[in-house]
Structures are given as structure tokens and as C-alpha cells.
């Protein structure tokens, strides 16, 4: 089992960035897809964002906005959010891919977005 821990969230106007980073220990997770989720309030978690062998994937609201990467030498994930709206708002989920489920997640990390 891999323990992920985000970290990077907070309180910021709309347009601002943040990055948010999820660090993972217990094994590398060098080899496995890691995706990033939100969750706003009252709704449901929803997918943001996802790199696996090199190939990012973006839903569509976040795209030209937010960047996925990772350092597999440092076994961390990072989500670089520019030109943040706040509609944004939510709190932001790293996870573990191994096939076609995620089997291990971070316990998030708020992020804010005033208008």
C-alpha cells in the first residue's frame, strides 16, 4: 500500500496559481498512472487530471490552465494551477493508478478561490 500525502493548497484570488504536491512513500510509484480528483462541496469527486507513461490527460475545464508532472527520483506528483476561477474551489485528491482503478489516495487538500 503507497501513502500519499498532498500538500500546497490554500486560500487565493481568482487568476491566481498554486501547486499543489502529493508525496508518496511505501513503495515508488514511478511506474504507476497518478491522477489528480477534486471534490466541491456538495458534489461529487470528479477527475482533473491524469500522467501515465509520460502522457498527460485533462478534463476539459482545466486544460490550458492546469499541467500534471511528476519527479520519479523524488516519487512525487505536482499540479500546477494557473488562472484560477472559483469555481476551482474544492478539495483537490491525488491517486494511485494500477489498471484501470485507483487503489490508493492522498486525504486531500483544500484549495479556495475568491472571486
Known amino acids: 500500500q503507497v501513502q500519499l500525502v498532498e500538500s500546497g493548497g490554500g486560500l487565493v484570488q481568482a487568476g491566481g496559481s498554486l501547486r499543489l504536491s502529493c508525496a508518496a512513500s511505501?513503495?515508488?510509484?514511478?511506474?504507476?498512472?497518478m491522477a489528480w480528483f477534486r471534490q466541491a462541496p456538495g458534489a461529487e469527486r470528479e477527475f482533473v487530471a491524469r500522467?501515465?507513461?509520460?502522457?498527460?490527460y485533462y478534463t476539459d475545464s482545466v486544460k490550458g490552465r492546469f499541467t500534471i508532472s511528476r519527479d520519479s527520483a523524488k516519487n512525487t506528483l505536482y499540479l500546477q494551477m494557473n488562472a484560477l476561477k472559483p469555481e476551482d474551489t474544492a478539495v483537490y485528491y491525488c491517486a494511485v493508478g494500477v489498471g484501470a482503478q485507483y487503489v490508493d489516495w492522498g486525504q486531500g487538500t483544500q484549495v479556495t478561490v475568491s472571486s
Open positions: 500522467i501515465s507513461r509520460g502522457y498527460t
Open positions: 511505501g513503495r515508488t510509484v514511478s511506474m504507476n498512472a
